[in-house]
Nanobody, 125 residues
Framework: QVQLVESGGGLVQAGGSLRLSCAAS????????MGWFRQAPGNEREFVAT????????YYADSVKGRFTASRDNAKNTVHLQMDSLKPEDTALYYC??????????????????WGQGTQVTVSS
């Protein structure tokens, strides 16, 4: 159980960049693999990226590989998602999530115990 709050979303033109942040309020942040998911209207919530407990390993969906970068600062209980070369298809509500599962291949929403409220990312063409 950990409280999560996302921030950093906004409106950006195609080809631009945004940096999302997720602040955790728990005292056991390093016990969690962190994930990023997104959901567009009418679509299922889909996996975007994961980062391991230490921050040493990451895993990305094919759709964002090479464009998005996940990172974490365990001293500050914070994770980030740097999004570059944004496309209109990236438009969605982005969620930060936490799981006790110690694997970067935790790509299902059902692996996650805690979720943030989401932050909107809109990419215009």
């Amino acid at each position: 159980q950990v409280q999560l709050v996302e921030s950093g979303g906004g409106l950006v033109q195609a080809g631009g960049s945004l940096r999302l942040s997720c602040a955790a309020s728990g005292r056991t942040f390093t016990s969690y693999t962190m994930g990023w998911f997104r959901q567009a209207p009418g679509n299922e919530r889909e996996f975007v990226a994961t980062i391991s407990r230490s921050g040493s390993s990451t895993y990305y969906a094919d759709s964002v590989k090479g464009r998005f970068t996940a990172s974490r600062d365990n001293a500050k209980n914070t994770v980030h998602l740097q999004m570059d070369s944004l496309k209109p298809e990236d438009t969605a509500l982005y969620y930060c999530a936490a799981t006790i599962r110690d694997s970067i291949y935790a790509t299902s929403r059902y692996h996650y115990n805690s979720w943030g409220q989401g932050t909107q990312v809109t990419v215009s063409s």
